[in-house]
């Protein structure tokens, strides 16, 4: 069972154009669904590490994306290769730990529509209202920009409306970034003398200097000397009870540092537990389903039941069918029983029928002699 899952956002946002299947061509467009899927084979996983490199694509798919991370119940951790542009930096912003690679960038911009996407006639109230929208949703990604890296409003507005190209440190000094990604450079160290008392393989050299990179980042931690403060949300359950959430956005999700311990059953209907100063449990409900969907799932069963029972009747039918043919073989055979049964005459039956008149044992001649003398008889009598 892995304890975390990768999920790799190369390509633009949006739905997939069926057209392109029918032309048997590959779309590597990422929709909210494709998101959805992964998280649902991936239940099982406590952090997902979210590759992106996207130029962007459609707002609101990206907002589904980004508020189905958010809402996972993980621990999620974003690392930004090549190109973080447009909506995928909302997409970016779901980690609670944001990675840039040294050499990828970023680009934010005011939402628009393309070029050619405005088809038919428009008049001045439509175009008021498409222009109202995009204002409403130009807000609403600053406003996210504003919260989740704590930068000025006014600046972060300026770079959206000059639609500014970010290198990886600007991502790190304006908040967008946790965190920049350096190679891993190779590193000299004095090797112990082996001895009786101490002596390390290769692996355990190598485990000790991780050992020593974890304990520097505590210490940088703690001391505060990292470039990023560290923010604690406050939250409460749907009985007032509160609790604190060590980072800055997202759902709780295992593993984060959290108190005081206890469960916790949130208005969303999930139940967090808390153990030991972590989150240790996130139980999500069962989705109610829509009328639809149980309409559909009624209509599936008894699409089941009718197949059923065709395969049922389509035995009886053969049953039937088998019953009939051992009914007219049976019929022949009592048939030629009875023939048999009439043509068989026991030994020592007379079969010679030469001699007219002689059946059998049997002297015809006599016999119409004795009945001709009775008649004589009969008439003397008389």
Same mark, same amino acid.
């Given at each position: 069972?892995?304890?975390?899952?990768?999920?790799?956002?190369? +390509?633009?946002?949006?739905?997939?154009?069926?057209?392109?299947?029918?032309? !048997?061509?590959? #779309?590597?467009?990422?929709?909210?669904?494709?998101?959805? !899927?992964? *998280?649902?084979?991936?239940?099982?996983?406590?952090?997902?590490?979210?590759?992106?490199?996207?130029?962007?694509? !459609?707002?609101?798919?990206g %907002?589904?994306?980004?508020?189905?991370?958010v809402?996972?119940?993980?621990?999620?951790?974003? $690392? +930004?290769?090549?190109?973080?542009?447009?909506?995928?930096t909302?997409?970016?912003?779901?980690?609670?730990?944001?990675?840039?690679?040294?050499?990828?960038?970023?680009?934010?911009?005011?939402?628009?529509?393309?070029?050619?996407?405005?088809?038919?006639?428009?008049?001045?109230?439509?175009?008021?209202k498409?222009?109202?929208?995009?204002? @409403?949703e130009?807000?609403?990604?600053? #406003? *996210?920009?504003?919260?989740?890296?704590?930068?000025?409003e006014?600046?972060?507005?300026?770079?959206?409306?000059?639609?500014?190209?970010?290198?990886? #440190? @600007?991502?790190?000094?304006l908040?967008?970034?946790t965190?920049?990604?350096?190679?891993?450079?190779?590193?000299?160290?004095?090797?112990?003398?082996?001895?009786? $008392?101490m002596?390390?393989?290769? !692996?355990? &050299?190598?485990?000790?200097?991780?050992k020593? +990179?974890?304990?520097?980042?505590?210490?940088?931690?703690t001391?505060?000397?990292?470039?990023?403060?560290?923010?604690?949300q406050?939250?409460?359950?749907?009985?007032?009870?509160?609790?604190?959430?060590?980072?800055?956005?997202?759902?709780?999700?295992?593993? @984060?540092?959290?108190?005081?311990?206890?469960?916790?059953?949130?208005?969303?209907?999930?139940?967090?537990?808390?153990?030991?100063?972590?989150?240790s449990?996130?139980?999500?409900?069962?989705?109610?389903?829509? &009328? *639809?969907?149980k309409?559909?799932?009624?209509?599936?069963?008894?699409?089941?039941?009718?197949?059923?029972?065709e395969?049922?009747?389509?035995?009886?039918?053969?049953s039937?069918?088998?019953?009939?043919?051992?009914?007219? &073989?049976?019929?022949?055979?009592?048939? &030629?029983?009875?023939?048999?049964?009439?043509? %068989?005459?026991?030994?020592?039956?007379?079969?010679?029928?030469?001699?007219?008149? $002689?059946?059998?044992?049997?002297?015809?001649?006599?016999?119409q002699?004795?009945?001709?003398?009775?008649?004589?008889?009969?008439?003397?009598?008389?």
């Amino acid at each position: 069972m892995a304890d975390k899952a990768i999920l790799k956002l190369y +390509g633009d946002i949006g739905e997939p154009d069926p057209m392109m299947e029918m032309f !048997d061509v590959t #779309d590597e467009t990422i929709s909210a669904k494709i998101v959805s !899927d992964f *998280l649902d084979e991936n239940k099982s996983a406590k952090e997902v590490i979210v590759k992106i490199n996207s130029r962007g694509g !459609d707002v609101q798919e990206g %907002w589904n994306i980004h508020d189905l991370l958010v809402n996972s119940g993980k621990k999620i951790t974003t $690392v +930004g290769e090549g190109k973080v542009y447009s909506i995928a930096t909302i997409i970016f912003l779901a980690g609670s730990t944001r990675q840039m690679m040294a050499n990828a960038d970023g680009m934010i911009h005011n939402p628009f529509i393309p070029e050619y996407t405005m088809a038919g006639s428009y008049e001045a109230d439509d175009l008021e209202k498409i222009a109202e929208t995009m204002r @409403d949703e130009e807000k609403k990604i600053l #406003d *996210l920009y504003v919260e989740r890296t704590g930068s000025e409003e006014s600046k972060l507005a300026e770079y959206m409306k000059e639609e500014t190209k970010l290198s990886a #440190d @600007d991502m790190l000094s304006l908040g967008f970034a946790t965190e920049i990604l350096k190679p891993v450079v190779a590193y000299a160290y004095m090797k112990p003398i082996k001895s009786k $008392v101490m002596s390390m393989t290769n !692996d355990e &050299e190598v485990k000790f200097m991780d050992k020593v +990179g974890d304990t520097v980042a505590k210490a940088i931690k703690t001391l505060g000397l990292s470039r990023v403060d560290p923010v604690a949300q406050t939250l409460k359950d749907k009985d007032g009870k509160e609790f604190t959430l060590e980072k800055e956005s997202g759902a709780p999700a295992v593993g @984060d540092k959290a108190s005081p311990d206890g469960t916790y059953v949130m208005e969303d209907g999930k139940t967090i537990t808390i153990a030991s100063g972590e989150v240790s449990k996130v139980d999500t409900p069962a989705e109610d389903k829509t &009328e *639809l969907e149980k309409a559909n799932e009624q209509i599936e069963t008894l699409n089941q039941k009718i197949t059923d029972l065709e395969a049922a009747n389509a035995t009886a039918q053969e049953s039937v069918e088998a019953a009939n043919v051992v009914k007219e &073989e049976g019929e022949k055979l009592v048939t &030629e029983l009875q023939n048999l049964k009439n043509s %068989w005459s026991p030994e020592g039956r007379q079969k010679n029928f030469s001699k007219p008149d $002689v059946v059998g044992r049997i002297n015809l001649k006599t016999v119409q002699e004795k009945r001709a003398q009775r008649l004589i008889d009969n008439a003397k009598n008389r």
